[in-house]
């Protein structure tokens, strides 16, 4: 029998499972996560070689003229060193880790979670997934405010691949695309795109691109050579957020 159940917990029948708790379900990028693995042992020991935690999301990759989904991890973390989990054996072990300042936040079809895996020797590696709610922070939150407060609307929030230009740490941008929906900008714009680029500083960097609305012939020779288009920086901090509606019009103006 014993032979029988270490042949099926290397296949995953009857071996170590795992089970990840979090403190809460809803965090802002740079907030610390925690929580608790819990490890169950099978029929037979194991050992377990590492219990690593992996914070993936999903983004879309342009090929062939047509777009699907790939899993990108944004970070790992190592909890422990190798260990014996014996036969029906539980063991609890507490982790924290800062979500990173580029975590994409949970908007339209942007999701994170946290998976949970056992580097078992000799067998499976089982996992767990948690999904977090990523919500914006304070600086993020004042940009979407003023957005909104200038009559825009959003349409559509996707991770999307980033060019070579615009890639950091991570191959992908979360890109946030507004349409005006009243306000000044009605009628002089197609939609505003917003992609932000943090920084470990506090400050952050936002990208705006400026899609003018086509007037007349010479306006339509520029939209179908994508010339209508104008891609603006701002640097921003938290001390700007009383400012920032003015701010952001002001660039608006400037290329509308």
């Given at each position: 029998m014993s032979f029988?159940?270490?042949?099926?917990?290397?296949?995953?029948?009857?071996?170590?499972?795992?089970?990840?708790?979090?403190?809460?379900?809803?965090?802002?990028?740079?907030?610390?996560?925690?929580?608790?693995?819990?490890?169950?042992?099978?029929?037979?020991?194991?050992?377990v070689d590492d219990i690593y935690l992996s914070l993936n999301t999903t983004y879309l990759r342009e090929a062939d003229d047509r777009k699907y989904s790939v899993t990108a991890c944004i970070d790992r973390f190592r909890l422990t060193s190798p260990f014996m989990i014996q036969v029906n054996e539980k063991k609890r072990i507490p982790f924290s880790f800062q979500l990173p300042e580029d975590t994409p936040v949970s908007i339209g079809r942007s999701k994170v979670w946290v998976s949970t895996g056992l580097d078992i020797k000799n067998g499976v590696d089982p996992s767990d997934k948690d999904y977090l709610k990523v919500v914006p922070n304070p600086l993020m939150t004042a940009v979407f405010n003023a957005i909104d407060n200038l009559g825009f609307r959003i349409r559509e929030a996707d991770c999307e691949e980033a060019p070579h230009r615009l890639r950091r740490r991570l191959p992908f941008v979360q890109e946030f695309e507004f349409v005006p929906a009243s306000g000044p900008f009605r009628g002089r714009l197609d939609e505003l795109e917003v992609v932000f680029f943090p920084s470990a500083n506090g400050s952050m960097d936002i990208m705006l691109q400026v899609d003018r609305r086509a007037r007349g012939l010479a306006g339509l020779f520029s939209e179908?050579?994508?010339?209508?288009?104008?891609?603006?920086?701002?640097?921003?901090?938290?001390?700007?957020?009383?400012?920032?509606?003015?701010?952001?019009?002001?660039?608006?103006?400037?290329?509308?």
């Open positions: 029988f159940n270490k042949v099926f917990a290397s296949v995953g029948i009857g071996a170590a499972t795992v089970d990840t708790k979090l403190e809460k379900d809803t965090y802002m990028p740079g907030e610390t996560v925690k929580g608790i693995v819990e490890v169950s042992g099978g029929k037979v020991e194991q050992q179908a050579l994508e010339m209508d288009e104008t891609n603006v920086r701002l640097n921003v901090t938290n001390a700007d957020i009383p400012s920032l509606q003015p701010k952001i019009e002001s660039v608006i103006h400037r290329y509308a």
